[in-house]
């Protein structure tokens, strides 16, 4: 199950630590991959030759319910033991929770977050349907009808999580990595 998972090299601890980012859809997920990506190939790349240059983080980090669905969990040659995921805490496959991996969870302002979805849901292909009002949206937001089921249910999934095992679980914040850009390298490395 390789993986599933960052295998953290020097400077930090080297052996089984694992990582695997986790978050609700507009939620820093973009940024929390070009964090992880930056800190896992920190001795493969400098500044000028990372691959977020040319790449969207993205296209860098693999997204479990998109690129692992129809081949199932086979690392790539030369890949990166990387992934992320929407899938809400105990909709995680049973592989991903049992594997010991370390989990990183970012969420962000529920009123940030949904003002983001659906500014992205009202792009996603023009003309093949009415673009939802935002009061619609909103609407089915508060009532957890939503593609990784309800907002809060998602969140608190994980925060449960990460206070029973939180030498596994990272719970960051959006807004807190706004005010210090530096705080998520740093949590990295000390859990």
């Known amino acids: 199950m390789g993986r599933v998972a960052i295998v953290r090299e020097s400077p930090l601890p080297h052996g089984t630590s694992k990582e695997d980012q986790q978050s609700v859809p507009k939620s820093g997920t973009t940024w929390l991959k070009s964090l992880t990506f930056t800190i896992v190939t920190r001795t493969q790349f400098d500044k000028s030759t990372t691959s977020l240059h040319t790449q969207n983080p993205h296209a860098c980090v693999p997204f479990l319910e998109r690129d692992f669905s ?22 995680l496959p049973k592989f991903v929770i049992d594997s010991g991996c370390k989990i990183v969870y970012i969420c962000r ?23 939802m009002s935002l009061e619609e949206c909103f609407e089915f937001f508060c009532k957890g009808v939503f593609d990784y089921g309800p907002y809060w249910d998602h969140l608190l999934g994980y925060w449960k999580a990460s206070l029973e095992q939180p030498e596994r679980i990272l719970f960051l914040k959006y807004e807190d990595l706004i005010k210090d850009t530096s705080l998520a390298p740093r949590k990295f490395e000390n859990s």
């Open 70 to 91: 129809k081949e199932g969990i086979k690392p790539r040659p030369g890949s990166l033991p990387l992934m992320s995921t929407h899938l809400p805490y105990a909709s």
């Open 109 to 131: 302002e529920p009123k940030d977050s949904f003002v983001s979805l659906w500014h992205y849901a009202s792009k996603i292909k023009p003309g093949l349907q009415e673009p």
